[in-house]
């Protein structure tokens, strides 16, 4: 076995969950990460944690989602919902065979079953959880790298020391605290959000792995302007580009994609929730280069913000809810971000490095 694979799993488990003795540890996994399984299961056992591991896979749901009812879809899995409300940590890795696996799946369908399992996956958020990638070919293949490549992308991004980073990002976390609000200026850009009563959140790899992110929830009817999303994500096994949305006490009123805007669409209008911001952030991790069309990694990048409609995190003092969560990232090397007054990022630089 790679020794960075195993190198990871120790800081899922040491770091990131910090799984005690007695402690009941779910992974949700696809075939392709077994071998970080079983790095995981070594160290799992070390630390006194009891373990089991679901098996899913694009295939596995494409095969669901095609031949499921929406009457099926409205269906509580109240099983799901049984092993969440007894788990003490959930690691979820990512490690697919076809990231495609969804794509002619009926968009409805993906997001009536994820409004049905709106309380597992509040129930899953409210536990010592993680969402990490093992690398594999497809994934690679997005990233237009070889699998040595891309290995060495992720284990560069992730494999460093936690506890150093976490200290530069508390300090990004307690200057924004000091400001009751934050705007983002750049090419087809100017967007206004109140912070007030909200928490910033120093996302140090407790939860995402990588991580890199300092993010808060926006006062709901509070965001006002309009923003370009430049950098492509993929959702829904869909690739969509340039998003342009606008926002007026709060809601969406306008919106368009250069590409998949059906499918942006569709998550607009998922629920009243999906038309708010649940989250504005600001990416850190100078490890990440590039976008690879992966958000656990993409949302990270250094000189860049984004933002999420739907769902705001509680950490946050967040109150917004919704079925979705979706992240979408705009470069700032030609931007500016404001807190207050104060000029926080300019220039490829932020206010601790100017």
């Keep these: 076995m790679d020794p960075r694979i195993e190198e990871h799993a120790k800081i899922l488990v040491e770091w990131s969950t910090e799984v005690k003795p007695g402690d009941n540890v779910i992974i949700n996994a696809t075939p392709e990460a077994h071998e970080l399984v079983v790095a995981l299961y070594k160290e799992i056992a070390k630390a006194g944690g009891r373990v089991i591991t679901l098996m899913t896979s694009e295939e596995a749901l494409r095969a669901f ?8 879809l409205k269906i509580v899995p109240e099983h799901m919902k049984a092993v969440t409300e007894k788990c003490d940590v959930f690691i979820s890795l990512r490690s697919p065979v076809n990231t495609r696996g969804l794509t002619n799946v009926d968009n409805k369908k993906i997001m009536l079953d994820s409004k049905t399992q709106q309380e597992i996956q509040a129930m899953r958020l409210s536990k010592r959880w993680s969402l990490t990638v093992h690398p594999c070919q497809t994934l690679a293949q997005e990233a237009n790298m070889s699998l040595e490549e891309y290995r060495d992308f992720v284990y560069g991004a992730t494999l460093i020391d936690w506890a150093e980073e976490s200290k530069m990002m508390y300090v990004m976390k307690e200057h924004l605290e000091n400001h009751k609000d934050i705007r983002y200026i750049g090419p087809e850009t100017d967007l206004y959000a109140s912070t007030e009563g909200r928490i910033w959140v120093a996302s140090d790899g407790k939860h995402n792995m990588p991580s890199g992110e300092v993010f808060t929830a926006p006062v709901d009817d ?11 994500f993929l959702q829904q096994g869909k690739v969509i580009e340039g998003v342009r949305l606008t926002f007026e006490k709060g809601e969406v009123v306008d919106f368009s ?29 100078r490890g990440i280069k590039q ?7 993409d949302e990270k990048i250094g000189d860049t ?15 917004n809810e919704s079925a979705v969560h979706v992240d979408m990232i705009k470069s700032m090397l030609n931007g500016e971000i404001y807190a207050g007054d104060e000029l926080i990022y300019s220039k490829g630089k932020y206010f601790y490095e100017m």
Excluded at 65 to 72: G, H, I, L, P, R
Excluded at 308 to 314: E, W
């Design 65 to 72: 989602y095609t031949n499921a009812s929406d009457e099926t």
């Design 222 to 232: 509070s965001v006002e302007g309009k923003i370009y999303f430049d950098i492509p």
């Design 257 to 285: 994609a250069e590409k998949e805007e059906a499918t942006l669409k569709s998550i607009i209008e998922i629920d009243e929730g999906s038309r708010r911001l649940g989250e504005m952030a600001i990416g850190t991790n």
């Design 291 to 297: 976008y690879t069309l992966n958000m656990l990694f």
């Design 305 to 319: 913000i984004h933002c999420a409609l739907g769902r705001a995190y509680k950490d946050c003092n967040g109150v």
